[in-house]
């Protein structure tokens, strides 16, 4: 249990860097986790999406919903968005410029399944006087 909790308090800073070509593009997303169960198979949530450029220019923010954008800004160093999806499975937020259509950077949104059917809570308790 110990592991699982640092897996979930260490999992949302390693998965918000920066996985771009670009190292002049700052994309962050937050949150990047979804944790789910058998109760609720999906997460209800509103996404902040907020990138910086050193460089001005055409930028489009894109997801693995859609083959169209989410928003393009015009002659930006920066930009936010706010985007409310239901969540089922993992994802990515990335963003293009007009001139090559790249991946300057990409942020991974991950869903975690937490099933209750452990096996080990099916498990008959043991007393020490069982004699089995």
């Not at 260490?10 to 996985?19: D, F, G, I, T, V």
């Not at 928003?71 to 930006?76: A, D």
């Not at 993992?90 to 001139?99: G, K, P, V």
């Not at 090559?100 to 399944?113: C, H, K, M, T, W």
């Amino acid at each position: 249990m110990k592991r699982l909790l640092t897996l979930l308090l260490l999992l949302p800073a390693a998965l918000n860097a920066e996985s771009g070509v670009d190292p002049g593009m700052r994309l962050n997303v937050k949150p990047v986790l979804c944790v789910t169960d058998r109760q609720t198979p999906s997460c209800d949530i509103a996404f902040l999406v907020v990138w910086e450029s050193d460089d001005l220019g055409y930028y489009c923010l894109f997801n693995n919903f859609g083959e169209a954008p989410l928003r393009c800004w015009n002659e930006e160093r920066q930009g936010r968005l706010s985007d409310t999806r239901v969540v089922s499975e993992s994802f990515s937020y990335w963003m293009t410029d007009d001139e090559s259509g790249a991946r300057l950077a990409a942020v991974a949104v991950e869903v975690l399944r937490m099933d209750s059917g452990d096996r080990r809570r099916k498990r008959r308790t043991r007393h020490v006087w069982d004699i089995n």
